[in-house]
C-alpha cells in the first residue's frame, strides 16, 4: 500500500467510526444551546443502541431499527427533560441518574440479544461521487447513517444560526427572562431540543449496533457518549469544530484498528488509552494555548430558568 | 393549564421522609413493571431483593462484604463533593488502588511481616490519590472540567490493567490475572468473608468527618466549597485545598481497591473494579454529601447488590443489572421529590399578567 492509500483507508474509517460521536455530540449542541446540559449522553446511547438492535432483530428492517432507535432515545431524554426544566432539578445529578439508568436498562434487557443476529446497515456508495480519488471513499462510500450525519452538521449550523428557531433557542440558553419577556415558550424549547438531543444519540448509539458491530454487547458504547460531551465543550458550541473532534476520535479508533494492519506492531492497550487521553488533551486546548475558545458556553447552560426568584 | 412552583415557606422534616418513602415506593413499582416485562411473578422477585441480603447470616456477611469497596468509593465522592468537585473516578482510582496494592505484594521491596499489610494499602492508597490529582491539577491549571476528566481516565485506568494482566503481570495459568498474593498480605478475617477493609472503613470516616467538623484544615475545606470566592479574598490557597481534597479523594478510591485487592480477590484482573464507582455517586448524593451516611447508605446499597446477585438464582429470566434500573429510578425520583418539599406545584390557567389576583 503506497502511503496515500493507506491515509486514505485510514480517513474513511475516521469519518465513519467518527459518527456516533458526531451525532450525539450534535444533539447536545443543540440541547446545550437551549440551556440544557445533558451529561446523559452515554445512557441514550446505550437505550438507542438496545432499541435498534431489537427492533431490527424483530422486523428484519435495518431502517425501523433506526427509527426506533431515534424515538426510544428521544423519549429516554424526556426522563431527564421533565424534572430538570419543569422542576428545576439539578441537571448534572439528573443527568448521572440517566447514564446510570441507561446502562442498567440496556444490560437487563439486552441480555436474551447477546450473540444473535440482526438486519443491519452496508455501505451504499454514492453513484459517480464515490469515484472521485481520495475524496470519493473517505466521504462518499459510506452506511446511511454516516451521510445523515455528515449532512446534519450544515444543516445543524443554519438551523441555529440562521433561523428563527435557531435564534430562539440561543436566547433560552444565553438569557432565558428576555426569551420569556419576548413571549418564547422558554420550557417547552428547552424540553424539544433535549428529546432533539436524546433522538441523535439514540441513533449514533444505534450506529455501533446497526452499522458498525451488528450485534448488541452490552457497554457497547464504552463511553462514547461522554468524549461527545466533551467534544461538545472542544467545539465551542460550533457543529464544524464539533465535527473535527469526532473526526479526530475516528481517527484514532481507525489507527486502532488499522495500525497492525499496516505491519506496525504497538501494545493494543495503549492504544485503546488513546482516545480518552486524546480527548482530554483536546479539552485542554479548548480551554488553553493558541486554540482557546473565542466564546465560552451558553451563559445559562445548566441553571433552571425560573419566574419568580434571583436570574 | 400551565404549572408554577411556587418556594414554600419552610421545609418539613416529615415531608422529606415522605418523598423518600414515595421516591422508594415509586422505584418499587417501577421495578415490579421490569421484572414483568422480563416475565418474572415481580412480587416474589422483588421479595428477593430484601431476603437475599438479610435472610441468612451468608446474605449479611455478603453485605457487609460488598459495603468496604462500595462505602470506600462513595467516601471519594463525597469527600470532593465538599469542594464541589464532582468525582466521577472513583471507578478508576479504585483500578489504580488495587493496581498499587498488587504492585506491593508481588513486585514490590522487601517489607518486615507486621506491615506487609499496611505498606500495601499505602500503596494503592497512593496510587488512588496521584490519580485523582491528574483531574485536580487539568481543573486548576486547566480550567478542563473534573467531571470529564476523572470518567474519561477511568477508561484509561480500566486499559492499563488490561494491559497488564494480559502482559508482563500475566499469572501461570492462561488466563488474564496475575499470580494469587501472598498469604502475608490478606487482610485478617472478621467472620466469614468480611475482612479487617471494614473496620478500616468505619475508621477513616469517622476520622475524616472529625477532621471535617472539628480542625482548621476541615474549616477551611468548608469555606472554600462554600464559596471560593469568599476563601480567595480571605488569603486561602483555594487551588491546593482544591488538589489536596482530591487527593484525599483518590486515596479513598484507591483504598477501596487495594482492599478488594488483599481482602477479596487476592490477585487483579480487568473487571476488578466492577461498577462500584459508578453506583457510588449515587449512594454519595443520596447521603447528601455527608460522610458517615455515605457509609450507612453504602451497606444498604450493598445490600441491594447482593439481592442483585440472588435474582438469577431465584429466576434465570433475571439478570443483577436491574438494580442498576432501581438504583436510578430511585436518584430521579429523589431528586424530583426533594424539589416538592421545597416547592409546591400551582395549576393555573394561562392568563394575562393584568387580570391576575393582585396584579
Redesign the interface.
Known amino acids: 500500500m503506497t502511503p496515500l492509500e493507506m491515509s486514505t483507508v485510514i480517513a474513511a474509517t475516521a469519518v465513519s467510526s467518527g459518527t456516533p460521536i458526531l451525532l450525539a455530540g450534535l444533539g447536545e449542541l443543540v440541547a446545550e444551546r437551549s440551556g440544557i446540559l445533558n451529561?446523559g449522553v452515554e445512557g441514550m446511547m446505550l437505550v438507542g443502541a438496545l432499541a435498534g438492535f431489537a427492533t431490527a432483530h424483530a422486523t428484519g428492517s435495518a431502517l425501523a431499527g433506526a427509527a426506533a432507535a431515534t424515538g426510544a432515545g428521544a423519549l429516554f431524554a424526556l426522563?431527564h427533560a421533565w424534572?430538570t426544566v419543569?422542576?428545576?432539578?439539578?441537571q448534572?445529578?439528573?443527568g448521572?441518574?440517566?447514564?446510570?439508568?441507561?446502562?442498567?436498562?440496556a444490560?437487563?434487557?439486552g441480555?436474551p440479544l447477546v450473540g444473535q443476529v440482526a438486519a443491519s446497515f452496508h455501505p451504499v456508495p454514492v453513484p459517480v461521487l464515490s469515484r472521485v480519488p481520495v475524496v470519493g471513499p473517505v466521504f462518499f462510500d459510506h452506511d446511511p447513517i454516516v451521510y445523515l450525519g455528515l449532512l446534519l452538521i450544515p444543516a445543524v449550523a443554519w438551523f441555529v444560526a440562521r433561523t428563527r428557531s435557531g435564534l430562539a433557542l440561543q436566547v433560552c440558553g444565553e438569557a432565558p427572562r428576555f426569551a420569556d419577556v419576548a413571549g418564547l415558550p422558554v420550557e417547552r424549547l428547552r424540553i424539544r431540543a433535549t428529546c432533539f438531543g436524546g433522538a441523535l444519540a439514540g441513533l449514533g448509539g444505534a450506529w455501533l449496533s446497526l452499522a458498525d458491530t451488528p450485534s448488541w454487547v452490552d457497554q457497547m458504547t464504552?463511553?462514547r457518549g461522554?468524549?461527545a460531551?466533551?467534544m461538545v465543550?472542544f467545539s465551542g458550541w460550533s457543529p464544524g469544530r464539533l465535527a473535527l473532534g469526532a473526526w479526530l476520535f475516528g481517527g484514532l479508533v481507525a489507527v486502532q484498528f488499522r495500525i497492525q494492519a499496516f505491519g506496525v506492531h504497538a501494545?493494543v492497550?495503549?492504544l485503546?488509552?488513546l482516545p480518552?487521553?486524546c480527548?482530554?488533551a483536546v479539552?485542554?486546548l479548548a480551554?488553553?494555548g493558541r486554540w482557546r475558545l473565542k466564546l465560552g458556553a451558553p451563559a445559562a447552560l445548566g441553571r433552571p430558568y425560573?419566574?419568580?426568584?434571583p436570574e | 393549564m400551565r404549572m408554577r412552583l411556587v418556594p414554600r415557606g419552610r421545609t418539613s422534616v416529615l415531608a422529606e421522609v415522605g418523598v423518600l418513602t414515595a421516591a422508594v415506593a415509586v422505584s418499587a413499582m417501577v421495578g415490579a413493571l421490569v421484572f414483568a416485562a422480563a416475565g418474572a411473578p415481580p412480587l416474589a422477585s422483588l421479595g428477593v431483593l430484601v431476603t437475599e441480603p438479610f435472610g441468612s447470616a451468608f446474605g449479611l456477611s455478603e453485605t457487609l462484604l460488598k459495603a468496604v469497596p462500595l462505602g470506600f468509593c462513595a467516601l471519594a465522592v463525597a469527600a470532593a463533593l465538599k469542594v464541589n468537585l464532582w468525582n466521577i473516578g472513583a471507578e478508576g482510582q479504585f483500578c489504580m488502588g488495587a493496581l498499587g496494592a498488587t504492585w506491593a505484594a508481588l513486585y514490590g521491596p522487601v517489607v518486615p511481616g507486621p506491615m506487609r499489610i499496611g505498606f500495601a494499602l499505602l500503596c494503592g492508597a497512593s496510587m488512588g490519590a496521584l490519580w485523582a490529582l491528574v483531574p485536580g491539577v487539568l481543573r486548576t491549571w486547566g480550567r478542563v472540567s473534573e467531571i470529564l476528566s476523572t470518567l474519561l481516565l477511568n477508561y484509561v485506568a480500566i486499559a492499563w490493567i488490561e494491559m497488564l494482566v494480559y502482559g508482563p503481570w500475566k499469572g501461570e495459568d492462561r488466563f488474564p490475572y496475575t499470580a494469587f498474593i501472598d498469604a502475608g498480605f490478606w487482610l485478617p478475617p472478621l467472620f466469614r468473608r468480611v475482612h479487617a477493609g471494614l473496620l478500616l472503613l468505619v475508621g477513616i470516616a469517622v476520622l475524616l468527618a472529625w477532621i471535617e467538623r472539628r480542625t482548621v484544615i476541615g474549616y477551611e475545606v468548608r469555606v472554600v466549597g462554600a464559596s471560593p470566592a469568599l476563601a480567595r479574598t480571605a488569603g486561602l490557597p483555594v487551588a491546593a485545598r482544591l488538589l489536596a481534597v482530591l487527593a484525599v479523594a483518590g486515596a479513598l478510591g484507591g483504598l477501596a481497591g487495594a482492599c478488594e485487592i488483599l481482602g477479596v480477590q487476592h490477585r487483579l484482573h480487568a473487571q476488578i473494579a466492577f461498577g462500584y464507582g459508578y453506583t457510588a455517586i449515587i449512594v454519595a448524593f443520596l447521603a447528601r454529601r455527608d460522610l458517615l451516611a455515605s457509609v450507612g447508605v453504602a451497606v444498604l446499597f450493598a445490600a441491594l447488590a447482593v439481592g442483585g446477585d440472588g435474582l438469577p438464582v431465584a429466576d434465570p429470566a433475571l439478570s443483577p443489572a436491574i438494580v442498576k434500573v432501581f438504583q436510578g429510578v430511585l436518584l430521579l425520583a429523589v431528586l424530583s421529590g426533594s424539589t416538592l418539599v421545597r416547592y409546591r406545584i400551582v395549576l393555573e390557567r394561562a392568563t394575562p399578567l393584568s387580570t391576575r389576583e393582585g396584579a
Not at chain 1, 86 to 90: E, K
Not at chain 1, 96 to 105: D, Q
Open positions: 451529561l426522563v424534572p419543569r422542576l428545576g432539578v439539578d448534572v445529578v439528573s448521572l441518574a440517566l447514564v446510570i439508568l441507561g446502562a442498567g436498562i444490560s437487563a434487557f441480555r464504552a463511553g461522554w468524549i460531551v466533551a465543550v501494545d492497550y495503549l485503546k488509552m480518552y487521553v480527548t482530554l479539552l485542554v480551554a488553553r425560573r419566574r419568580e426568584g
